[in-house]
Structures are given as C-alpha cells and as structure tokens.
C-alpha cells in the first residue's frame, strides 16, 4: 500500500528556519507536493518536486530524494502567519493525491 | 479567477438522515475531486471526476456515498443514510486536467473551503 510519514508538531521561533520531512513508502508515483492549511481553511498548493533535488519558491523550499524515500519542506524567515498544517501528499498519474497525516506547525514569537 | 466555490458551509444532521454538498470548480478545470478530511488527518480521496466521467471512486463507500458531475462542471456529494463517523470537513478540488509524464504540470489541485459536517 501508500504511506507517508510526518512529524504530527513541529515549534519554531519567528524569524527562524525549520523543516519538516515526510517519508513515503510507495511507488510509481509521478512527484511530491506540499500544501497548506490554516485551522478551518482550504489546503493551499505550496511546492511541488517532479524530479530530485531541491525546488525555491520564496521563502519555503522542497526537497525530494526518490532513492532515500524522503522529502522536506524548508520554510525560512518564519512569520506568525505561517502557524499552520502542512501535508505532504504523493502525486500518481491522473492526478490522484495521497495525503500524509499533517504536520502542525506553531511559530512563537 | 474565481477560485472553487462549495456549499453549504456549515450542515448538522441526525445519524439516518441524508445530505447532499455541491462544488463549482475553477472555470475550465476538467478534473473535480471530492475529499474526506477527518479532524487531525490529511484529507482523503474518495471520487475523481474527469469531465463527466468517474476516473477514480475506489475509496468512496458506495452503499452509502454518491456523487455526480452530469454537465462536467458542477458536481454534488451525497451521504444516505449518514453515520456518526461521517462527521468531517468535506472538501472539494479542480485542475486543468490529470497531468501526463514530462509534459507540463496541469495536475496542481485547487481546493475550495470545504464543508463541515456534524451527524448527531
């Protein structure tokens, strides 16, 4: 079957780094995708890696090993507004997405 | 660009009663999706439509769940009857389309608000 692993919490300080990982155990899948979503919002699209290596959008990155069965997201300059659950999610062929359980981040000033 | 719109947001059912949802995707986006989100879970996928056409539906429990996209733009969610366990925020996506092997990404989903139900 599909699994995806996170940490449930992660804390960090404004103005920090952090990273949240996400292992997989699958196969066949196209890419990795990161979203997030504040408490009682929509999951928003924030990253996505189709090859390995690392992806920059602003200030959050990814990263996907395809050998190690790991990704990250790196969120950097945090803000109070980034307090949120991201979700790392295996993209397959027609699109599907398969969802990890979500890692809730809390940014303390 | 209007983003996905769904409906209602709020519903509060008695276990045995049926409800329905509705999802207007993004305009022009063939491919809709109906998600399970569970409190403190990822959502899950229960039904993908491609235009009018059901793609994926292998983890929608079809003795009780429906759902239909007729005109290939609007799409509802049925629940008859409701269990407790089917309280959840469920939410709505769209894309371009299902996204092909090299080419360019037309796959990225979008999401509405979602609605939250309640089955008392």
């Known amino acids: 079957g599909q699994s995806l692993e996170q940490p449930s919490e992660v804390t960090a300080v404004e103005g920090a780094i952090v990273q949240i990982n996400c292992t997989y155990q699958t196969s066949g899948f196209y890419g990795l995708s990161w979203y997030q979503q504040h408490d009682g919002g929509a999951p928003t699209f924030l990253s996505y890696?189709?090859?390995?290596g690392l992806e920059e959008t602003g200030r959050f990155s990814s990263f996907l090993s395809r050998s190690d069965s790991y990704g990250y997201l790196l969120l950097q300059e945090l803000q109070m507004k980034d307090s949120a659950s991201y979700f790392c999610a295996v993209s397959y062929e027609g699109g599907k997405l398969i969802f990890g359980q979500g890692t809730e981040l809390s940014v303390k000033p | 660009e209007a983003g996905v719109a769904q409906s209602p947001r709020y519903k509060i059912i008695e276990k045995r009663q049926s409800v329905a949802f509705w999802c207007n995707p993004i305009?022009?986006?063939?491919?809709l999706y109906w998600y399970q989100q569970i409190l403190g879970q990822g959502p899950k996928l229960l039904i993908q439509f491609q235009n009018n056409g059901v793609v994926d539906d292998s983890q929608l429990p079809k003795d009780r769940f429906s759902a239909e996209r007729l005109k290939g733009v609007d799409s509802t969610l049925k629940i008859q009857p409701a269990k407790l366990e089917d309280s959840a925020v469920y939410l709505c996506?769209?894309?371009?389309?299902?996204?092909?092997?090299?080419?360019?990404?037309?796959?990225?989903?979008?999401f509405g608000p979602g609605t939250r139900l309640t089955v008392l």
């Open positions: 305009s022009g986006h063939a491919t």
């Open positions: 996506a769209s894309s371009l389309g299902p996204g092909l092997a090299g080419g360019p990404r037309t796959d990225t989903q979008y």
């Open positions: 890696n189709g090859l390995d």
